[in-house]
C-alpha cells in the first residue's frame, strides 16, 4: 500500500529522446526539495537488463554504482549530483528486474496456481516498486522518470502503472511530459505539431499531461504556449519553456524563474515548507561559467568513437567532478580525449606534452591498452600530474613493474592469464563467478572502506584516516608483488581495513607533483556543492604544472 499523503510525479518523453528528460526531472528534484520537501528520484528503464552493468558504455553511456553497489544508468548520477545525496537500489528499476521478479514469484507458486500476465501482474510488480521506494527513503515526494518516449512498445506497461497509480489516488499523481519543439531550418519557427500528436498518443494509454516541459533551442513565445494549451488541453501556465542552455546545472534555476516549484506544489496540494534562495547552487552555477584560468586535461581512454562523433557519456562523472572542483579552484578545466589506441605507435610525446595533467579512467579489455601504459610512464617520467581511476591505478602498478622494477612482461592477468609477472590478478572470490560465466553485478561493487596513511597526498587531500568510496571490479594489485613494489617506492597509501586489498596508489611528493591512482571510483562522489578532494587536489597540481 502505498504511504499516506506520499506524491508521485511521473516524468515522460515526448517527440524523441536525449531532449533532457533526466535533467528535467533532477531539477524538479531539486527545486521541490529546496521548497522543504524530502524527494527521492526514481529512475524506470525499459530495457530487459537486470541492471546497466552489462552494457556497453559507447552504446549507452556510463555505468553508474550507487552506494549500495546497484549498476544503474548515469540518470541516477545526475539525480544524485542535483539532489546532493545517496539514492538507493529502490530508486532504480529495469524491465528486467521487474520481470526476474515476478518469474521468481510464480517459480515459487506464490501466485497460487494463477495465470500470469502482464497485466495485472507486471503492472503490480511496477506498482509494488515505486511504493516501497516511497516508503523506503522517508520521502513526501517521489520524481519519476519513465525511459523512453511515449509510443515505445517496452513503457507501455510503466504509463499503464502510472495510469493507475493516479486511479488509486487521485490526488496525489502527476504526469509532466517532457516534449521537443523543433525548429526546421527552412521555416525558422517553432513547431508544435510533434508535441501534439505525443500527447495524444499519451491519451491514448488514458493519460492526461499535467505539465509540459517544452524543450526547444530557443524560448517559447506566447503564441506557441496558447497553441499548445488549446491542443494539448493542459493550462497555459502549466507549459514551462525550456530552452537550450549553458550548463545543465541551469535548468533548476530557469524552473525558478517560471516558478516550476510552486506550481507543482500547488497542483499537488502541498505547502512550501521553505522559501528556496538555491544561493548555493547559483554560486556553483556562476563560478563555472565564469572566464577563468583553463588548465588542459588529456584522458587517455578508449570508449569514444561510436561512429562519427565523441561519446563523452561513457566519461560522464568524471568530466562532472572535473567541474566541481574547477568551481571551487576557480580555475576552468578543459578536457581534451586523447584516443589510447591512436599514439601505440609512439606519437605519445607530440600528443601528451600538452596536456597540464593526464587521466586514465576506468575501463576493461585489452583495447588501447599498451597506449595507456605509454602515458603512465610518460606522466610519471615528465612530472606531469596524473590522476588513475580504477584500471588507470592498476595499470599505473603494471607501468611501474615493467619499467621501474624491471619485470618483463608484468601485466594484469585481465590481459595476459599467462604473465611471468602477474601483478595485477583476479580477486579470489571471483575466480569460480568468471569459469562459471557468471557476470552480471558480480563483480566488487560499492562502497567499501579505505585507510589512509598519514603523511600522503591522499591523506593531506581527505584530511581524514578513514574513507568509504565506491568501487566496480574484479581484479586487484596481487598481495605477492606488494612488498616488492613499495619498496621500489610505490606507496599504497590507502588500503582496506584488512590490509589486504590495495585501494590508492602514490608517488611520494618529492618524487612527483601528483601521481596517483585509486582502485575505486571517486568520480561518483562528487558533487556540485560538494567537490571530491581527490580530484581537487589533482587540479591543483595540474594548475601548478601550467604556471611552470
Ligand atoms: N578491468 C578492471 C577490473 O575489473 C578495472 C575495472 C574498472 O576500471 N572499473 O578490475
Same mark, same amino acid.
Given at each position: 500500500?502505498?504511504?499516506?499523503?506520499?506524491?508521485?510525479?511521473?516524468?515522460?518523453?515526448?517527440?524523441?529522446?536525449?531532449?533532457?528528460?533526466?535533467?528535467?526531472?533532477?531539477?524538479?528534484?531539486?527545486?521541490?526539495?529546496?521548497?522543504?520537501?524530502?524527494?527521492?528520484?526514481?529512475?524506470?528503464?525499459?530495457?530487459?537488463?537486470?541492471?546497466?552493468?552489462?552494457?556497453?558504455?559507447?552504446?549507452?553511456?556510463?555505468?553508474?554504482?550507487?552506494?549500495?553497489?546497484?549498476?544503474?544508468?548515469?540518470?541516477?548520477?545526475?539525480?544524485?549530483?542535483?539532489?546532493?545525496?545517496?539514492?538507493?537500489?529502490?530508486?532504480?528499476?529495469?524491465?528486467?528486474?521487474?520481470?526476474?521478479?515476478?518469474?521468481?514469484?510464480?517459480?515459487?507458486?506464490?501466485?497460487?496456481?494463477?495465470?500470469?500476465?502482464?497485466?495485472?501482474?507486471?503492472?503490480?510488480?511496477?506498482?509494488?516498486?515505486?511504493?516501497?521506494?516511497?516508503?523506503?527513503?522517508?520521502?513526501?515526494? !517521489?520524481?519519476?522518470? $519513465?525511459? =523512453? /518516449?511515449? *509510443?515505445?512498445?517496452?513503457?507501455?506497461?510503466?504509463?499503464? &502503472?502510472? #495510469?493507475? +497509480?493516479?486511479?488509486?489516488?487521485?490526488?496525489?499523481?502527476?504526469?509532466?511530459?517532457? !516534449?521537443?519543439?523543433? $525548429?526546421? =531550418? /527552412?521555416? *525558422?519557427?517553432?513547431?508544435?505539431?510533434?508535441?501534439?500528436? &505525443?500527447? #495524444?498518443? +499519451?491519451?491514448?494509454?488514458?493519460?492526461?499531461?499535467?505539465?509540459?516541459?517544452?524543450? !526547444?533551442?530557443?524560448?517559447?513565445?506566447?503564441?506557441?504556449?496558447?497553441?499548445?494549451?488549446?491542443?494539448?488541453?493542459?493550462?497555459?501556465?502549466?507549459?514551462?519553456?525550456?530552452?537550450?542552455?549553458?550548463?545543465?546545472?541551469?535548468?533548476?534555476?530557469?524552473?525558478?524563474?517560471?516558478?516550476?516549484?510552486?506550481?507543482?506544489?500547488?497542483?499537488?496540494?502541498?505547502?512550501?515548507?521553505?522559501?528556496?534562495?538555491?544561493?548555493?547552487?547559483?554560486?556553483?552555477?556562476?563560478?563555472?561559467?565564469?572566464?577563468?584560468?583553463?588548465?588542459?586535461?588529456?584522458?587517455?581512454?578508449?570508449?569514444?568513437?561510436?561512429?562519427?562523433?565523441?561519446?563523452?557519456?561513457?566519461?560522464?562523472?568524471?568530466?562532472?567532478?572535473?567541474?566541481?572542483?574547477?568551481?571551487?579552484?576557480?580555475?576552468?578545466?578543459?578536457?581534451?580525449?586523447?584516443?589510447?589506441?591512436?599514439?601505440?605507435?609512439?606519437?605519445?610525446?607530440?600528443?601528451?606534452?600538452?596536456?597540464?595533467?593526464?587521466?586514465?579512467?576506468?575501463?576493461?579489455?585489452?583495447?588501447?591498452?599498451?597506449?595507456?601504459?605509454?602515458?603512465?610512464?610518460?606522466?610519471?617520467?615528465?612530472?606531469?600530474?596524473?590522476?588513475?581511476?580504477?584500471?588507470?591505478?592498476?595499470?599505473?602498478?603494471?607501468?611501474?613493474?615493467?619499467?621501474?622494477?624491471?619485470?618483463?612482461?608484468?601485466?594484469?592477468?585481465?590481459?595476459?592469464?599467462?604473465?611471468?609477472?602477474?601483478?595485477?590478478?583476479?580477486?579470489?572470490?571471483?575466480?569460480?563467478?568468471?569459469?562459471?560465466?557468471?557476470?552480471?553485478?558480480?563483480?566488487?561493487?560499492?562502497?567499501?572502506?579505505?585507510?589512509?596513511?598519514?603523511?600522503?597526498?591522499?591523506?593531506?587531500?581527505?584530511?581524514?584516516?578513514?574513507?568509504?568510496?565506491?568501487?566496480?571490479?574484479?581484479?586487484?594489485?596481487?598481495?605477492?608483488?606488494?612488498?616488492?613494489?613499495?619498496?621500489?617506492?610505490?606507496?599504497?597509501?590507502?588500503?582496506?581495513?584488512?590490509?589486504?586489498?590495495?585501494?590508492?596508489?602514490?608517488?611520494?611528493?618529492?618524487?612527483?607533483?601528483?601521481?596517483?591512482?585509486?582502485?575505486?571510483?571517486?568520480?561518483?562522489?562528487?558533487?556540485?556543492?560538494?567537490?571530491?578532494?581527490?580530484?581537487?587536489?589533482?587540479?591543483?597540481?595540474?594548475?601548478?604544472?601550467?604556471?611552470?
Amino acid at each position: 500500500m502505498a504511504t499516506e499523503g506520499h506524491k508521485y510525479i511521473f516524468v515522460m518523453g515526448g517527440v524523441m529522446s536525449g531532449v533532457g528528460k533526466g535533467i528535467a526531472a533532477s531539477s524538479m528534484g531539486l527545486i521541490l526539495q529546496e521548497r522543504g520537501h524530502k524527494v527521492n528520484l526514481i529512475k524506470i528503464d525499459p530495457y530487459l537488463n537486470v541492471d546497466a552493468g552489462t552494457m556497453n558504455p559507447t552504446e549507452h553511456g556510463e555505468v553508474f554504482v550507487l552506494r549500495s553497489g546497484l549498476e544503474t544508468d548515469q540518470d541516477m548520477g545526475n539525480y544524485e549530483r542535483f539532489l546532493g545525496r545517496d539514492l538507493t537500489p529502490e530508486d532504480y528499476m529495469t524491465s528486467g528486474m521487474v520481470y526476474q521478479s515476478v518469474i521468481a514469484r510464480e517459480r515459487a507458486l506464490e501466485y497460487g496456481g494463477k495465470c500470469i500476465e502482464a497485466i495485472p501482474h507486471v503492472r503490480d510488480e511496477i506498482l509494488r516498486r515505486i511504493e516501497a521506494a516511497a516508503a523506503h527513503n522517508g520521502s513526501n515526494i !517521489s520524481v519519476i522518470e $519513465v525511459g =523512453g /518516449t511515449v *509510443g515505445d512498445f517496452q513503457n507501455a506497461l510503466f504509463i499503464e &502503472a502510472a #495510469r493507475v +497509480l493516479r486511479l488509486q489516488h487521485p490526488d496525489d499523481v502527476l504526469y509532466v511530459m517532457v !516534449s521537443y519543439l523543433p $525548429v526546421p =531550418g /527552412t521555416l *525558422g519557427e517553432m513547431k508544435t505539431k510533434p508535441t501534439q500528436s &505525443a500527447v #495524444r498518443e +499519451l491519451n491514448s494509454y488514458g493519460v492526461q499531461p499535467d505539465f509540459i516541459i517544452a524543450r !526547444s533551442a530557443g524560448s517559447m513565445d506566447e503564441k506557441r504556449k496558447e497553441k499548445l494549451a488549446i491542443w494539448c488541453n493542459v493550462r497555459p501556465d502549466r507549459i514551462i519553456s525550456a530552452p537550450d542552455v549553458e550548463s545543465i546545472y541551469d535548468v533548476p534555476l530557469n524552473f525558478e524563474n517560471d516558478n516550476f516549484g510552486d506550481l507543482l506544489l500547488d497542483a499537488l496540494d502541498l505547502p512550501a515548507q521553505a522559501h528556496p534562495d538555491m544561493q548555493k547552487w547559483r554560486t556553483f552555477v556562476e563560478s563555472i561559467k565564469n572566464e577563468r584560468e583553463e588548465v588542459t586535461i588529456g584522458i587517455v581512454g578508449k570508449y569514444f568513437d561510436t561512429g562519427d562523433f565523441v561519446l563523452s557519456d561513457a566519461y560522464l562523472s568524471v568530466i562532472e567532478a572535473l567541474k566541481f572542483s574547477g568551481a571551487a579552484l576557480g580555475v576552468k578545466p578543459k578536457i581534451e580525449w586523447v584516443n589510447a589506441k591512436d599514439f601505440e605507435k609512439g606519437t605519445e610525446v607530440e600528443i601528451l606534452s600538452k596536456y597540464d595533467g593526464i587521466i586514465v579512467p576506468g575501463g576493461f579489455g585489452e583495447t588501447g591498452i599498451e597506449g595507456k601504459l605509454k602515458a603512465i610512464r610518460y606522466a610519471r617520467e615528465q612530472g606531469i600530474p596524473y590522476f588513475g581511476l580504477c584500471y588507470g591505478m592498476q595499470l599505473m602498478v603494471v607501468e611501474y613493474a615493467r619499467n621501474v622494477l624491471g619485470l618483463e612482461g608484468a601485466h594484469t592477468v585481465e590481459i595476459n592469464p599467462n604473465a611471468p609477472h602477474p601483478v595485477v590478478d583476479v580477486m579470489p572470490e571471483q575466480v569460480a563467478l568468471i569459469r562459471e560465466g557468471k557476470y552480471g553485478g558480480t563483480m566488487r561493487l560499492g562502497s567499501y572502506e579505505a585507510r589512509l596513511e598519514k603523511g600522503t597526498i591522499a591523506h593531506a587531500a581527505y584530511g581524514v584516516e578513514a574513507i568509504e568510496e565506491r568501487h566496480r571490479h574484479r581484479y586487484e594489485i596481487n598481495p605477492d608483488y606488494v612488498e616488492k613494489i613499495k619498496e621500489a617506492g610505490l606507496v599504497f597509501s590507502g588500503v582496506s581495513p584488512d590490509g589486504i586489498l590495495m585501494e590508492i596508489a602514490e608517488l611520494p611528493q618529492e618524487k612527483h607533483p601528483f601521481y596517483l591512482g585509486t582502485q575505486f571510483h571517486p568520480e561518483l562522489q562528487a558533487r556540485p556543492l560538494a567537490p571530491h578532494p581527490l580530484f581537487t587536489a589533482f587540479l591543483r597540481a595540474s594548475l601548478k604544472k601550467r604556471a611552470s
